[in-house]
């Protein structure tokens, strides 16, 4: 069956950085966009990057461009979110998505890993 797993969140001093990882499997990876998103607490769920099947293009929420990059290994069916100067308010629970641009019905979500950063 389909999985995304997250891995890679946990607590960081501002400034700090993590890299969140998300394992996929049971569909083809190569053939799929990829984003991450994210929910704070009494927040609606948000975009923060996506990155095209092929991983030539890239797109980020205005709130962290310049500090995030999205990219993916197509070989090993991961995606990765580096995250660098992290703010208090870049706190949230952050979401793999996986969704086949040919059909959007076909979308699937990780169990999401939580980002806390600390002032």
């Known amino acids: 069956q389909v999985q995304l797993v997250e891995s890679g969140g946990g607590l960081v001093q501002a400034g700090g950085s993590l890299r969140l990882s998300c394992a996929a499997s049971?569909?083809?990876?190569?053939?799929?966009?990829m984003g991450w998103f994210r929910q704070a607490p009494g927040k609606e769920r948000e975009g923060v990057a996506r990155i095209m099947w092929s991983g030539g293009h890239t797109y980020y929420a205005e709130s962290v461009k310049g500090r995030f990059t999205i990219s993916r290994d197509n070989a090993k069916n991961t995606v990765f979110l580096q995250m660098n100067s992290l703010k208090p308010e870049d706190t949230a629970v952050y979401y793999c998505h996986a969704e086949w641009p040919s059909n959007r019905n076909y979308n699937y979500w990780g169990q999401g890993t939580q980002v806390t950063v600390s002032t």
């Open positions: 049971g569909f083809t990876f190569s053939d799929y966009d």
